[in-house]
């Protein structure tokens, strides 16, 4: 059985824990019966012992295949991954959407994507991510009584992502904790008049309107400045032709969306002027989580 799940990117500038879209990167697990369990591990995070000895995966895996197995068997896990951990591309969604996946799915049991989408939930409690994991393409999301509340919207091909991944990392959790506790009405305006021009301008495709659109004023400069690195790259991006750039998740990676046309011309500029950061184009992912049996 192979389960596989989209790379993300939250917030889109206003949006914070909001808005949230797929793209196509992608980690993968290969799961087969075996006499005994065990682990391999390709890609990113390869070389970290933590996802050997205490793998995130297995763990949540195991909360459900307890409660679903009738039979209980051991499985060798094989991951491959390309989504790297704590640069703001969703690799901890990945994981909960494919861990609670393939415990169903190893069961044969069916699990509806809204129903995984809830479950998800309980592991990181905002829904930005985990939405466009399981969905794929454009998402607005909210909570309401611990059930994900979402709009979904496929993204057209006419538009491509440009990824900008620094060599360092920056954690979610320790991200959160550098926003401030309150917020003036101005700034709580700006972003609601932001966040929903944003989203009206992915539903309508007035890819014109990103630029204004994908202002903020709630966390992307008080994270921002724990790598002053990254103004001049959102800058570099925005000069060059995006449509908008904005911190992805919690960062560290900045994220733009360009006209394909303009993609080679932008990622250039940005090798060009950052070159010890990994910068590639990428398409959009409009299937979220896919399991092959
Ligand atoms: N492939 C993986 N296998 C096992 N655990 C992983 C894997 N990828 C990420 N994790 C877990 O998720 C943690 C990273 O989560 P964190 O929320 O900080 O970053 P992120 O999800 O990449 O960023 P963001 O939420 O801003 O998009 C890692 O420290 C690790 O515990
Ligand atoms: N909305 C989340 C995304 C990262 O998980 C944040 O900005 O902290």
Redesign the pocket.
Known sequence: MKISVPA???NLGPGFDSLGLAIAMK?QVIIRPSKFHSVS?KG??AN?P??KDN???ISIFNDFYHNLAVKKRHYRFE?Y?E?????????????IVSAIASAYAIEGIKLEKSKLLNLALAY?NHPD?ITPAVMGGFNVATVQENEVKFINKSIPNILRAVVVIPNR?????L?RKSLPFKYSKEDAVFNISHSSLLTAAFMSEDWRMLRTASLDKVHQKYRMKQMPELFDVQKTSLRSGSLMSTL????S?LFSICFSEDAKKIEKALKTKFPHFKVFTCDFDNSGVRIEI
Request: hydrophobic residues 30%; aromatic residues 4%.
């Open positions: 993300t990117s939250a980690n591990l990113e995070g970290n933590a996802l793998n995130m995966f991951f991954n989504i790297p951990l704590s640069r703001g591309l969703g690799s901890s969604s990945a994981v990181e991510n990392p920056i954690s979610t959790q991200s992805s998740g919690s960062g990676t």
